[in-house]
Each structure stands twice: as C-alpha cells, then as structure tokens.
C-alpha cells in the first residue's frame, strides 16, 4: 500500500457523509462526494454550508477558509468519477444490500491498491468485505455524530482487512484531527458495545419512574461530570437511531442489555424521535434548548 | 461571629472523608455542626480536616473569612450521641452497614426531639432498610453525598418506603440551603449516580477482557468519544478495584443484574495485589506510588 492518501472519495451526502467530507477537506484532501441526486447533492452542500457558517460565526473559520474548502469539494452522481480516489468511504443507509451493491461498484472503478472504508454502525464489516474484490484492503472506519467536533474514530478490523489497510486508516484519522481506535468487528464495535447497554438502562428507570428526566441527566453531569445526560443525548442521536442500532446489536449477540425497552419501541411509535421531530424525553417546540 | 438564629444545629456522624466532607459544606452555610467519631482522637483530627479545609478555602478567595469564622465558631465535636439532643438534623455517615446505621437512628430516637430530620448518607444501602431501625421511620431521609462533598454540586436525595412528605421537603430545602442541586430518586440500589456508574464500569473491564480493546483504547474511546471527564480504568484505579468490588457486590446481591456482577477479572487484580493506585500498580502502573499512599 505505496500510495498516500490524497484524494478522498465519499458515498452519501447525509449526515454522516457531509461530515466526513467537512474533515477531509478540512485537512487538506481533495474530495470527491458522490450522490443518487442533484437534489441531494445540493441539500449535503447546504448541510455543510450551515456547519461551517456557524464556525464563521464563533470566529473559528474565515471566509477565506470557507472558500479553499469549498473549491476541494466535488459533487458527482456517477461512480466512475471516484477512479482516481486513493480511499473511498461509503456512509449511504444502513442496509446491507445497498451497501454491498455499491462497495462492489467503487470497487469497479478504483485502481486495486485504493482503499474501501464503511462508515457502517451497525452492520458486520466482515461481511461487507465479501463484496470488495481483494478485500485486505477494506475495514470500517466509524466516525460519530456530529463528525466535525468528535473527536474518536473507529478503525474496524473486519477479518479479511490487512495491517496496511488498517494502519493507514489510524494515519489518515490521526491526519484529519481525530483519536483513531483499532477496535474488532463484533456488534456496536467499541463505544456502542458500551454506551448502549447504559442507555438502555436509563430509558428503563425513566419508564419505571425511578426519577424524572430531568433529575437523571442532573445525576449524570453533575454526579458523573459526563457532558450530557443519558436521556439528553438519546433525544440528539435520535431515538429510532438508537432503537435500530440496539437491536441489531441484539439480534446478534442475544445479550438482554443491548434489548430496547418497551418504551422505546412506544415513542418511536407516537412520533417522538427527539430533537428531530421537536419532542423526545424534553420538549423542544416549547422549551427550545 | 456566630451563626445566626435561622442558622440550623447539624449532627455528622463520622469524621471520615465523607463525615468531614458533609461537616464542611454544612458549617460553611451557616448552620451550628456537631461533629461525633467513636474517639476523641476521631472527631479531634475530623475537626482539624474541616478547619483546614475552611482556611485553604479562604486562602483560594473561595471563601469569605468571615464565614471561615462563624462556621468554625459553630464546629464541636464529641464521642457521645447524647451530646446531638438538641440537633435539628443529624447526618450519619458512618461505616457502610445496614445494621449499625439502623441501630443508631434507634439509639438517637431516645435522645433527639421528635421533629428532627435523620439523614443517611448511605451509597449503597436501602434508605428504607436503615430507616426500619426508628420509631418513627417517616423522618429518616436518603441524603447521597458526592465525593469531594464540598466540591460537588449534587446531592440525591432517596426516599424510603414510610418518608414523610414533610420529612423530604424540609430535607430539600436544608440540602438547597447548602447551595446543593438536588435530585430526587426512589429508595433503588445505587439510587442514580452509582446505578449508571458501576454497570458501566463492569462493561468496560468485560470489553477488556473479551479483547474488544486495551486499557489504552477504551480509555480513549471513555474520553474523547464519549467526553467523560476521565477514562474507566483510571477511574477504577483512584477508586481502588477493592472497593469497586464492595460496592458492585453490594449491588448484584440486591439486583441480581449480571451487568452489576464484578467481571472475573477484577478478583483476579485483587488477589494479584493490583488495587489501584494505592498499590502503585492497577490498570495502570503509578512509579510515585509513595506519593499516592494514604
């Protein structure tokens, strides 16, 4: 694995994608973001418009900053235009087939020694690798919301994934700002494997009223120091996120702490998702926070 | 100086780190503190821990050296309970025994008025269990302090099964006299900070020895992924992996949740010597293990 990596490829314009695109550009690599659509094309350049006006705002970023980072982005619809990519990172929906499908598109058109990476959370980067022929050369590469101001990255060492791929990967973490974590492919991987379960726990005490939620989150950051509370943090990450991603863990290991409570299940079901949806565990349309 | 007539008169039972921790932040409010250890030497050295607190407090222009002086002019300390008759609230914080804390809230019964708060500042224990040791249960009050007590915002405050209403309002309106955040929970093992705490603890010592990642790595993961203020397994070594068992057992035995079980591993960093940094050596090995000696 000669090459170093100059030029960054990345699948989905979401969240996750427009985020991943932000560092890369950030720290210099050219990027290349591919999407299904104009429409989303355009919406991912909006969402990282927002992000970065906001640093403009605190005084963390110029203009001028803005603009250079700009002009290293490139949006396409066609596949192909990732040939001359040295990484490409895939962060399209969580659904293996889609995923699989267009892992063994990239790897059509990239030359052999590009690295493939999955921004997967939830799903088993071992078996993603069947889809990439020459599979050494591919792992996950696990980034977390919101991507600009995490500071961790999971480096996932699927089976097949070589130890050039993988510390090339730690470099190119360590080059765009953040902590990387060699970490196995097992269900939730690192941090979920443990955050979850602790979750879960919460939103189970909250049910059984052993506290209100406000006074839990209290508990936590000023008992604990942690920077939010359980309940808080769920209402950010979403809770059909959280939900979809505890369950899979589940499916797969059968270990009843990565189970979601019931409630859960009920709030998803009732609309309330957290932030995204103004309400959660905390109502935001009449107590914005 | 001297406190003031709405000032209260506080008991602390116990003049360890968590009695001279609560005798600080209580006397720096205001309120008359009487200080009671099982020795003179006990509440003597209890007394001077407060004192100097207060002074060092007053040297960081964190405290007004007024205040340093009513609180100190309000501070006594004795080895009889009968000494606590005219206390308005009186905070055990006493070694970790259902029984022994039961006990002494019947013994007090005896001496102190009908209308004074019993506080217990128990972290593990069940508030209604401890309060079964009083005639008059209704008044005994969960009150968990934080450690460092003074530093700490927090305090949960637990009620037990037979908790009078009144019994927890005034203690709320004492703890927020203290310039406390309360929180309010149910009379559950661990009650909030320790229920999420421990759990969590156990998970992580269970990744590391699934091989999910090293002490380094979940450290990292603790840290900057997550941002709490400091990984796991330091956490674990200043705690003391001793007393994360304690604590931990003392919690699986009344929950019966294999996530509160301690993980193996622990046992075996027990029996090997490795309790922290007390020991110079726990997940981590500490070369000024002199300095980190009690």
């Known amino acids: 694995m000669a090459t170093e990596i100059k030029a960054v490829g990345v699948c989905g314009f979401g969240t996750m994608g427009a985020g991943i695109v932000q560092v890369c550009a950030e720290a210099g690599l050219d990027v290349v973001v591919l999407e299904a659509s104009e429409e989303r094309l355009t919406l991912g350049r909006e969402r990282l418009g927002a992000f970065i006006e906001g640093g403009i705002k605190r005084g963390k970023v110029t203009e001028a900053d803005r603009d250079a980072l700009l002009g290293r982005i490139r949006g396409v619809l ?43 959370s939830a799903l088993s980067v071992t078996e993603l690798a069947n889809a990439v022929p020459g599979p050494e050369r591919f792992a996950g590469l696990h980034f977390f919301n919101p991507v600009p101001l995490m500071e961790l990255v999971e480096v996932v060492e699927a089976l097949q994934s070589s130890e050039q791929t993988l510390a090339a990967l ?16 097992r269900p939730g991987f690192l941090l979920n494997r443990v955050l979850m379960p602790y979750l879960n726990q919460v939103v189970q005490d909250y049910d059984d009223e052993i506290a209100s939620a406000e006074d839990i989150d209290a508990a936590l950051r000023l008992g604990l120091g942690y920077p939010m509370g359980a309940l808080e943090l769920l209402d950010v990450i979403g809770l059909d996120v959280h939900r979809h991603a505890t369950e899979a863990a589940y499916e797969q290991t059968r270990t009843p702490s990565l189970s979601p409570p019931p409630l859960l299940g009920r709030m998803v079901a009732a609309g309330r998702l957290g932030r995204k949806s103004g309400r959660g565990f905390y109502d935001y349309e009449e107590d914005p926070r | 100086m001297s406190p003031t007539d709405n000032a209260k008169t506080v008991g602390v039972l116990g003049a360890g780190t968590m009695g001279v921790g609560i005798a600080v932040t209580i006397a720096r409010a205001g309120h008359r503190v009487k200080v009671r250890d099982l020795t003179t030497e006990g509440y003597e050295r209890g007394l001077a821990n407060v004192a100097d607190f207060l002074d060092k407090s007053v040297e960081l222009g964190k405290l007004e050296a007024e205040r340093r002086d009513v609180a100190l002019a309000g501070l006594s300390g004795t080895t009889d309970l009968a000494d606590l008759a005219e206390c308005d609230v009186v905070v055990e914080a006493i070694f970790e025994d259902e029984g022994l804390k039961a006990k002494t809230f019947g013994e007090l019964d005896e001496i102190c008025r009908e ?168 997940f981590y090995t500490y070369a000024d293990r002199k300095l980190m000696g009690t």
């Open chain 1, 78 to 120: 066609d596949v192909a235009e990732l040939g001359a990519c040295d990484l490409v990172v895939e962060a399209v929906v969580e659904q293996a087939e889609v995923k699989a499908e267009l892992l063994a598109q990239i790897a059509g058109v990239v030359r052999e020694d590009c690295l493939i990476a999955t921004n997967t």
């Open chain 1, 170 to 185: 730690e470099e190119l973490g360590r080059r765009i700002g953040k902590h990387p974590v060699r970490v196995k492919d």
């Open chain 2, 115 to 282: 209308d004074a708060l019993f506080h217990t500042n128990t972290s593990t224990l069940s508030v209604t269990a401890i309060a079964a040791g009083s005639r008059l249960p209704g008044r005994v009050v969960g009150t968990h302090y934080c450690n460092p007590a003074p530093m700490m915002k927090l305090v949960e405050v637990a009620r037990g099964q037979r908790t009078s209403d009144e019994a927890y309002t005034a203690s709320v309106r004492f703890l927020e006299s203290l310039d406390k955040r309360v929180v309010t929970t149910a009379d559950v093992p661990g009650f909030l900070v320790n229920r999420y705490l421990v759990p969590f603890e156990n998970d992580c010592i269970r990744a590391l020895e699934a091989g999910l990642g090293t002490v380094e790595s979940i450290d990292t993961v603790v840290t900057k992924g997550l941002r709490y203020p400091m990984g796991t397994f330091r956490l674990l070594d200043i705690v003391g992996l001793d007393i994360h068992k304690a604590v931990s057992t003392s919690l699986y035995d009344r929950l019966r949740d294999p996530r509160f079980a301690p993980p193996p591993l622990v046992d075996r960093m027990i029996s090997a010597g490795q309790l922290g940094r007390k020991t110079g050596e726990g």
